[in-house]
T-cell receptor, first 112, second 113 residues
């Protein structure tokens, strides 16, 4: 049972444009959500997070939006840069002290 | 170095052999997690420690797997009688709160022949 879903396995975006990565979840008990970026042969790197009491969180070029009624979150990267090319994982947890449940990832490619 | 470190980075072994991996968390982090990632999947939770106490184990962690964190600092993950299905990237993460932003090490890639 996949509790966190990333339905787009890949995304290709031109440099300077917006990248939008999507994530859906099924467990209504999730209250904390995170995005990680992963390069080949490295561990995931934390990008940005959001608590269920908020609907938006920004950090520089990265913004995460949470729609609790739709059980949907998205990561916006503006402007996209070639160095953003990586696999992005959405993750969720039931409280702020528990294990992370990950999606299957979306491979983002930013081309010049 | 302020990051999570793992050793070895790569391990190739024959089926039936035992292997042990080590994780050194960020020094002030009291929680330590182990995850496993296979090709095309996201990391899957295996187990976690609060200081030296192992608080939760996934059903993925069969009786061939054992993890320890004897002094609440580094942790080891041992796999006995390895099987080809154990081939994966084993990731360690640490956390100290207040938010659940876990910091991952580079992982140990295990290949069972």
């Amino acid at each position: 049972d996949q509790q966190v879903k990333q339905n787009s396995p890949s995304l290709s975006v031109q440099e300077g444009r917006i990248s939008i990565l999507n994530c859906d979840y099924t467990n209504s008990m999730f209250d904390y959500f995170l995005w990680y970026k992963k390069y080949p042969a490295e561990g995931p790197t934390f990008l940005i997070s959001i608590s269920s009491i908020k609907d938006k969180n920004e950090d520089g070029r990265f913004t995460v939006f949470l729609n609790k009624s739709a059980k949907h979150l998205s990561l916006h990267i503006v402007p996209s840069q070639p160095g953003d090319s990586a696999v992005y994982f959405c993750a969720a947890s039931e409280d702020n002290t528990d294990k992370l449940i990950f999606g299957t990832g979306t491979r983002l490619q930013v081309f010049p | 170095d302020t990051g999570v470190s793992q050793d070895p980075r790569h391990k190739i072994t024959k089926r039936g052999q035992n292997v042990t991996f080590r994780c050194d968390p960020i020094s002030e982090h009291n929680r330590l997690y182990w995850y496993r990632q296979t090709l095309g999947q996201g990391p899957e939770f295996l187990t976690y420690f609060q200081n030296e106490a192992q608080l939760e184990k996934s059903r993925l962690l069969s009786d061939r797997f054992s993890a320890e964190r004897p002094k609440g600092s580094f942790s080891t993950l041992e796999i006995q009688r390895t099987e080809q299905g154990d081939s994966a990237m084993y990731l360690c993460a640490s956390w100290t709160g207040p938010y659940n932003e876990q910091f991952f090490g580079p992982g140990t890639r295990l290949t069972v022949l």
